[in-house]
């Protein structure tokens, strides 16, 4: 039986920030109508606070999620429980390391999906994703709305940042809610950059491995990811018509 | 002879309904100076109420609409009967289950047009179109101002809830106004996404055709399409400076 | 000597929508820095009215212009004669029935003019050129700063509505202004329809010139000139933040 | 050790025109989060004027700017010193005609910097770079954070104006700062171009060398500099709600 929508301060905060994760995305190319969905693995252990129906990415607010478990039961908060939960669930199941799972439609990246070759660490962004590159499960077009799909979602994505949904979108992950936003993001950017590349029809060459996991280690860390967290915070908020704050 | 504007209370409600639609395609990409109408099948049996001539999408407001015949018999309103009646009409006259149709010249799937691929369901938006596909209508490059074209679009259109106008622009058709809506964007988006996805030069595979027709009926069930129609219509009063409804 | 800017009332209002159409342009793509320029053929035999130097397309108000003769000598007007005056004057020269030439960089048009195709009537706004095409200048990358190379793009124009002048920009012309700002709008649309198309990869026909050539008739009469005309006014207004004429 | 930011009031000025071409370049597609950063060769000879850190370019003022040496020791100023100070440092030990370098990742040259084609000058813009092209980097894709590195990239400018840093950026330069300012738009507008030139699969010529080196000298010399630097400062102020200066 559903619960009134009530978390502690310190997930309430941590809800505030996945809702302008919702908000950021929106900007950044991610909106697809109401579709799409961001989820936190809930720190008390109950399963995951997954934004609710009917939203667009660009509205959802703090209050806007519900607590879910990993079963699909809703146990707080009002409205719709989006048909994709067992993606989120399946893959807070298989990955102890990830607290914040991001499902999107975001356009080139899912063109970039329904293509057949491989996301390259061809710029920056890229480099996001160098060790595990992205996957991509392609078994069925289909929205991931039973269990069996989101286990085999989890099980295609391993131990990757994201994956591409042929077809459909994009799943991507974070430890933090800065990596849910940063992973979203660098694969959307990094889709369509590598799209400009090939549309040209230039030659072009693929980095090393080994040298762009170490390109990731130098341009990615703590620091960098707190830096840009605040940036698209700043961001938001001249868009939103804030005062952003002080950097 | 023509008579005043004067609907009845419910069809003006629709009228206003389609007014937003036009005003919505212009914010997605379907406008070309005061080119594109749509119409409604006049539910007291008397025609079709048509978009009347001289006009951008963006301007078109609740009584900016004439009752015409479906032999092109302007019966109400004042303004210029746009030239391209015959598509409306027939279209009407060969499909008792369209009650909307709608003609644009939205820059993507008139690119697509006039091009010689199928379009295909390669992402979310194109299931909308897996059963019938979308012909194309290549007998001429003209306008459809006479009814013999109007005839020959309507056959080629045959089941399909779209229809590609090569080297000119499109038409597309709903049971209700919001599947008008959803139909003209969706069309658009898809071919967007296909012709992204053809320029990178990537491979790609088209999903099997009766997956795509299940997959057309899990994510465009009845309340999803009330769920996008609210989200374009608060799209819409806010970009037009209004307070959107509550969600 | 020059005199200063002393237009007679007539002229004056013609010079205010060609400041109008500079400001369309910008709107519509063509702007690059302060380059660009249009041009009026003076009614009263003294040569032409020419756009002043330093000033974006988006800049340009009634007084911005110079008279200057056919051969150069600016009569009338403070400011920089743009270096380009001899494209203008020699196609005013060579085609009697110009009385407005317009030149800018417009981005997809030049990108075209700087490949080897054929401008084809793959869509409406192609339809504008059907009858003569659209010729390539591509003699020299140089801009027209000469006499002799005006006359060589005049003689290339020959009695087409537009030039493409290859790895430099656009010339483009009108018996009337709005014709003037219909062919500068629509040779950017149409180069930007036709590269979407062949970056697609799609194998795509030619419309019959024969057909294409009615089609033009069809959908660019007088009174569909003088309706697009006021749409892009409108727009303009709507744009600097006036209400724009009512319909 | 560090002092406070105490710039001479010459200094302070130019560094205020340097923080105006960050935001600039903003506006003209080169931000990419906090990255990014322009610098000032001392007039003094203490080393270079560098941007600070965390800050996206839209957000540079004129105080934001270390003084740092040619060693990398910061003597000025409060904040981060950018990981990629070398990459300055070594282009004005390398070039004394070089007053002012710039580094970004603009989009469509950095995706014109991952393939492997040379670029031309097939338009205007490119012809600034007509004498000596435009080097490619692709030794490593790492950022330029070490001596060595920054020696390389010198070593591969040569005497060009500008260099492609392969799957990474650009950098940038300039004797005064509206060069700076002009080429680096430049490099990215005409990166734009030919990326969109190539996908389209049209043939095109590049014009001939001499003669688009004679080209470079016909449209930008010393006024066309002042009369673009003008421009975007005019853009700058519209943009910020400021009225433009009188031009």
Not at 58 to 80: C, P
Not at 90 to 96: S, V
Not at 169 to 176: E, H, K, L, P, Q
């Amino acid at each position: 039986m559903r619960e009134p929508f009530n978390p502690s301060p310190e997930i309430r905060a941590t809800l505030n920030d996945l809702a302008r994760v919702h908000r950021i995305l929106e900007i950044e190319g991610h909106g697809d109508m109401s579709m799409g969905h961001m989820s936190y693995r809930d720190p008390e252990g109950r399963g995951m606070w997954l934004k609710r129906g009917h939203l667009a990415l660009s509205e959802v607010q703090a209050e806007d999620f519900l607590l879910v478990t990993l079963d699909g039961e809703v146990l707080q908060g009002e409205g719709f429980r989006h048909l994709e939960w067992p993606l989120h669930a399946e893959i807070f199941k298989a990955r102890p390391d990830v607290n914040f799972v991001g499902h999107s439609h975001a356009h080139y990246a899912t063109v970039f999906g329904a293509g057949q070759n491989e996301l390259a660490p061809v710029n920056n962004h890229g480099a996001w994703f160098a060790e595990h590159g992205v996957p991509r499960f392609d078994e069925t077009s289909h929205i991931i709305t039973t269990v069996d799909l989101g286990i085999a979602v989890a099980r295609d994505l391993g131990a990757a940042e994201a994956i591409l949904l042929a077809n459909h979108g994009i799943a991507f992950t974070g430890g933090d809610v800065r990596e849910l936003l940063l992973c979203g993001i660098f694969l959307e950017w990094s889709s369509k950059f590598q799209i400009d590349l090939e549309s040209s029809g230039a030659k072009f060459a693929i980095p090393d491995h080994a040298e762009s996991i170490e390109k990731h280690g130098r341009i990615y860390p703590e620091p960098a990811k707190e830096n840009y967290w605040k940036y698209f915070n700043r961001l938001l908020d001249i868009s939103e018509g804030r005062e952003p704050q002080a950097i």
